[in-house]
Structures are given as structure tokens and as C-alpha cells.
């Protein structure tokens, strides 16, 4: 019996130094050719020949994918910022402390140094941190093609797990997060204390006026095929006065909107369960007053 790890597949390798060369090598690759940033997860599924590009597309030198700053009234990332970067970043810290916060429970300090925001969101991992809070801030992603760019709100960027809304001839170019004042707050539950995959999430992001919540937007992730958004709950409590009550019987609409699964990390009762419990401690966190943007 054959003992060890099986060898990668043949694969021709490109490192472009422009985003207009990314998509000409995409254009002319097509389905074949798979972009690799911190690789974090492409590189495990080509040992595991879950994928097999014929091409790989090295974005790491691409200047115009990296960044974060702010213009206007919005807060801009690009898709190849390491998530370390963004943890660390004082503006995000200051516009939009919530992914920061978030990002701080995702993997460990070398994988952070090594992933990318971008690749995190194009695994489209059901269970992926950066998801509900940006869903919570109610991001946008830019994608570019040959033919122009296109933006998408967050919400539509998601089609099941391993499947986004971006075409073969797209790169996610960066998102962008609304600089908004307003409380927010995350929260996960993974199998063992520390950085590990979520066995569910949430995250919530809220302005309060006279008592009342002027916005409010609740996330959660790992209890469905994608991070959703629990609008039955917002309307709820958007349509009365902040108040514990109120928290209570929103937690308790979300068992009704989530479909989780089972699997060797918990099952699908337990993580309805679980769910409830941290949308109701993060809404909790915000009504009390949470993380402030500016």
C-alpha cells in the first residue's frame, strides 16, 4: 500500500505585477486557470486534488489589490490585504471595528499573516469570519473584468458553499464598507477556545435614536448553506423600543430562518441552539453600548 501524500497535479504558474494582466491570463485561461493570493485554502484543496487548475495566477505582486483607506464616506480594502493587515489597521479599528474584531477570532497569527480578505470571501465558506460582519456593515464588493467593473452588495455575492456570484473572468477587486456611526459587536463558537472554525456566529451592527433602533442589521454564520442576514429579526426590532424583551423574542426568530447541518463539529440542533444564544448576547452587547465607528 502506497503511504504519503500524493503529488500536485501539473500546473503552469504566472505572477502578474498589474491587475490588467490578471485578467488578460484569466480571459485567455478561462475555467482553467484558479487566482492564488495567501493560498491558505486553494493550496490544501490541490494537495487534496479537490481542485486542479491547469493554471495558477500568483496576485501577490499586484499593488492595486492591497490597500486600505478611505474615501468619502466609505472605508476601502482591497481583496489581497492580508487579514492581518486589517486587524491591525488603526482605520479600520476606527470605521469599522466590527471586521476587526471579527478577524481577530479567525485562524491563528501566521495564517492571518498569510490570508487574504478576498480569498476568505471567494471560498465561500459557510463558516467564514470576515462574512457576517460585513454583512452586518453592509459592504459591497467591487469584481473587474475586461469589460469594466461591477459592484454587488455583500448580500448578493454568496451562492452556496464554495460558489460566489463572481464570473471566471472577474477578480474581486475590493470591498467597500460604509463609514457609519453606530454600535456593534461579534461573537463565534468554535470546538475548543481559541482560533478554530465556527461551529456558529454573529455579528450585529446597530444605531440607536430615542431608544430605538434606528438601523439595525443581524449576521450569522455556519448555520446555513451561506453567512445570512436575519431580516424577520430586524424588522422585529426595528418596530419597537429597545428593550431585553425585545432582544429575547428576536433570538428566538432566528431558529426558524437558519438551516444548519450536521456534521463532525456539531450537529444541526446544537447549532440552532447556539445561534440564538450569541445573536442574543451581540444584540445584548449594542443595545448596552457596543463598538463605536465614526
Not at 469599522?96 to 492571518?112: D, K, N, Q, T, W
Not at 457576517?132 to 459592504?139: R, S
Not at 447549532?271 to 463605536?292: D, F, N, S, W
Amino acid at each position: 500500500m502506497e503511504v504519503g501524500i500524493r503529488p500536485l497535479s501539473r500546473f503552469e504558474y504566472f505572477a502578474p505585477q498589474s491587475l490588467s494582466s490578471a485578467l488578460d491570463l484569466l480571459k485567455e485561461y478561462g475555467d482553467g486557470a484558479s487566482l492564488i493570493a495567501g493560498g491558505t485554502d486553494l493550496i490544501v484543496w490541490m494537495k487534496k486534488h479537490i481542485v486542479s487548475p491547469d493554471v495558477l495566477i500568483d496576485i501577490n505582486k499586484i499593488s492595486e489589490l492591497s490597500f486600505i483607506k478611505v474615501k468619502g464616506d466609505f472605508l476601502h480594502v482591497g481583496a489581497a490585504t492580508r487579514l492581518s493587515s486589517i486587524k491591525e489597521s488603526p482605520l479600520v479599528q476606527e470605521k469599522a471595528p466590527l471586521l476587526a474584531e471579527a478577524i481577530g477570532f479567525l485562524a491563528s497569527h501566521p495564517i492571518r499573516n498569510r490570508a487574504t480578505i478576498g480569498g476568505n470571501l471567494c471560498s465561500a465558506s459557510p463558516a467564514a469570519d470576515s462574512a457576517p460582519p460585513l454583512l452586518a456593515l453592509n459592504a459591497s464588493v467591487i469584481l473587474q473584468s475586461p469589460d469594466g467593473e461591477r459592484s454587488l452588495p455583500i448580500s448578493e455575492f454568496f451562492a452556496g458553499p464554495g460558489q460566489t456570484a463572481k464570473m471566471p473572468d472577474e477578480v474581486l477587486r475590493e470591498l467597500q464598507i460604509p463609514c457609519k456611526k453606530g454600535r456593534s459587536a461579534f461573537l463565534k463558537l468554535g470546538r475548543r477556545k481559541g482560533f478554530t472554525l465556527s461551529i456558529a456566529s454573529a455579528a450585529t451592527f446597530g444605531v440607536i435614536k430615542n431608544g430605538r433602533f434606528e438601523e439595525i442589521r443581524l449576521a450569522v454564520g455556519a448555520v446555513a448553506p451561506i453567512p445570512i442576514r436575519i431580516k424577520k429579526a430586524e424588522e422585529l426590532l426595528r418596530s419597537s423600543e429597545v428593550s431585553e424583551d425585545g432582544i429575547e423574542k428576536a433570538s428566538k426568530m432566528i431558529c426558524d430562518e437558519v438551516n444548519p447541518i450536521t456534521d463532525l463539529r456539531a450537529s444541526a440542533a446544537y447549532r440552532r441552539e447556539m445561534v440564538g444564544l450569541l445573536a442574543k448576547r451581540v444584540l445584548k452587547k449594542v443595545a448596552i453600548g457596543g463598538e463605536q465607528t465614526r
